[in-house]
């Protein structure tokens, strides 16, 4: 089984994580996770701690010569911020905000300084999952599945995708600064950003995880915890401020009538074939051999340059919140921890599926299923 633990806190020295049931044999170096952590600090929106931390994991263990070998495997991401608090006396922090941990943290756990709660509920514990994730994906790249996002709307700017297939808008998407396939739309997102940071603003928006080259039946339909869209709804949910995940066109397809909703089958050279993908690649809980269509909307960041109302626990009286550093949009920044999560995922049943010890025994397994 594979699992993983992560610990640590926002400003803390570092952040780390457990990576237990991989494969031996799986190729794999720390410029392979580097990479997705890059890319999760990137984004048009982003706050001014991206340019601090320039996140860079460490293999404490389980990788030799640049091969798993069976073992779990830790990483540690250092915080470079940590320096800047380290010596720092701070008074308590007793205003909760709207929208975070804070409150119900604080009430859950009897804390009475709210940077407790804050400090582990904190979106910078992502990290140590795109890390997770960027070691799953290396995994399922070497049975030719493949995991990416793309933006799809911010602060109400819709992009138009309609005549791009999806490997373009997955390509397109890592040269854009919001994620976005649809340049124009781009464009007026960035600007939509600019203005919402001038008016003290945040903003949320909707993105695409798509993987694609599943092999068929991942997943299971004989219980309920085993059934794939239901795994990755949660996990996708887990991420800070996403409220909403659907499988292919869900609440699109919801107000259709039932003939227009399914994937017909016709003849095929290989077997029975589809001509769409309105289910987004699940049937049953399983895998249905289409591209995986993940969809999930961003709520707009709850910290927000703008005060907020709020109560002084430690006086009972009405008070306002005070400034966090925070973004002005990190959507983008949330499709690549999603990402991380559905490869994770998706490892997760490959493995179940196909359970190996060793990488060239699950490679075997896969090409001859």
Known sequence: MLRFLTAGESHGPALTTILEGLPAGLPLVEEDINRDLRRRQQGYGRGARQLIEQDQAVILSGV????????????????????????????????????????????????????????????????????????????????????????ESIGGVDANLQQLVLQDCLVLAENSPVRCPDARAADAMCRCIDAAGAQGESLGGIFIVAALGLPVGLGSYVHWDRRLDGLLAQAVMSIPAIKGVEIGSAFANAALPGTQVQDALYPGAAGPERHSNRAGGLEGGMTSGEPLLVRAAMKPIPTTISPQPTVDLATGEAAATEYQRSDVCAAPAAAVTAEAMVAIVLAQVLLERFGADTMNELIRAVKHD
Request: charged share 25%.
């Open 64 to 151: 030799v010569d640049g091969m798993t070998i069976g073992s779990p495997v830790a990483l540690n991401i250092a915080n470079r911020d940590w320096e800047h608090w380290r010596d720092k006396t701070v008074p308590p922090w007793t205003k909760p905000r709207p929208g975070h941990a804070d409150l119900a943290g604080s009430q859950k756990y009897g804390l009475s300084d709210l940077r407790l709660v804050a400090e582990r509920a904190s979106a910078r514990e992502t990290a140590a999952r795109v890390a997770v994730g960027a070691i799953a994906r290396r995994l399922l790249s070497m049975v030719g599945i493949t995991v990416g996002s793309y933006i």
